[in-house]
Nanobody, 125 residues
């Protein structure tokens, strides 16, 4: 069982930056692939970024719309995964969710077993 708690959301102007954190419980954090998803009002939850387990090389993956602007990373000693978001745009506004799973290169929500409660990110124009 893994419990995930996101933090770091807020209101920011377009062009600004935020760093989201997701603190995980459990002693096997490094064995999990971690993902970030987002959901805007009236839209489906969508994949943002993922990082594979350390066993699989901490490989990263991004959806095209955030490549070059967002960076996912993990600190196994702190059992935390981060999402650094730069050059934010109004279309990045959504609730951001952290997720944990065991599949490599997972981009679909049903490929993740554990979820956080979400943190709101609002980007004003």
């Amino acid at each position: 069982q893994v419990q995930l708690v996101e933090s770091g959301g807020g209101l920011v102007q377009a062009g600004g930056s935020l760093r989201l954190s997701c603190a995980a419980s459990g002693r096997t954090f490094s064995s999990y692939a971690m993902g970030w998803f987002r959901q805007a009002p009236g839209k489906e939850r969508e994949f943002v970024a993922a990082i594979s387990s350390t066993w699989n090389g901490d490989l990263t993956d991004y959806t095209n719309s955030v490549k070059g602007r967002f960076t996912i990373s993990r600190d196994n000693a702190k059992t935390t995964v981060y999402l650094q978001m730069n050059s934010l745009k109004p279309e990045d506004t959504a609730v951001y969710y952290c997720a944990a799973g065991h599949l490599v290169a997972a981009r679909r929500p049903n490929e993740y077993a554990y979820w956080g409660q979400g943190t709101q990110v609002t980007v004003s124009s």
